[in-house]
Nanobody
Framework: QVQLVESGGGLVQAGGSLRLSCAASGRTFSISAMGWFRQAPGKEREFVTAIRWSGANIYYTEPMKGRFTISKDNAANTVYLQMNSLKPEDTAVYYC?????????????????????WGQGTQVTVSS
């Protein structure tokens, strides 16, 4: 099992930046990819971005591309989400997730069901 702990959330004004961190522990050797998802009040969970644990493949959705950047430090078992030019609509609980299965199409990394380990979430609030 992999344990995940997010940090770095908070309150920021529109146009500001935040950097989220997600530290993994436990069976980190089993990680194939790590992703960030978010869920706003009254809305479904939404994919933000993901990164393959080995190599450098990164997956984004178009609305996030250019403002959000995912990166990783394998030695520290940590993944980061740099969020710039934040908007009030970015307000949500942000979750880190780890996938521990391999194979299949890369499109599966956009889907929450692919990830079997989840962090507790960190609140990001963007004021207008």
């Amino acid at each position: 099992q992999v344990q995940l702990v997010e940090s770095g959330g908070g309150l920021v004004q529109a146009g500001g930046s935040l950097r989220l961190s997600c530290a993994a522990s436990g069976r980190t050797f089993s990680i194939s990819a790590m992703g960030w998802f978010r869920q706003a009040p009254g809305k479904e969970r939404e994919f933000v971005t993901a990164i393959r644990w080995s190599g450098a493949n990164i997956y984004y959705t178009e609305p996030m591309k250019g403002r959000f950047t995912i990166s990783k430090d394998n030695a520290a078992n940590t993944v980061y989400l740099q969020m710039n030019s934040l908007k009030p609509e970015d307000t949500a609980v942000y979750y880190c997730a780890a996938a521990t299965t391999y194979g299949g199409s890369s499109s599966r990394y956009y889907t929450g069901a692919t990830y079997d380990c989840w962090g507790q979430g960190t609140q990001v609030t963007v004021s207008s």
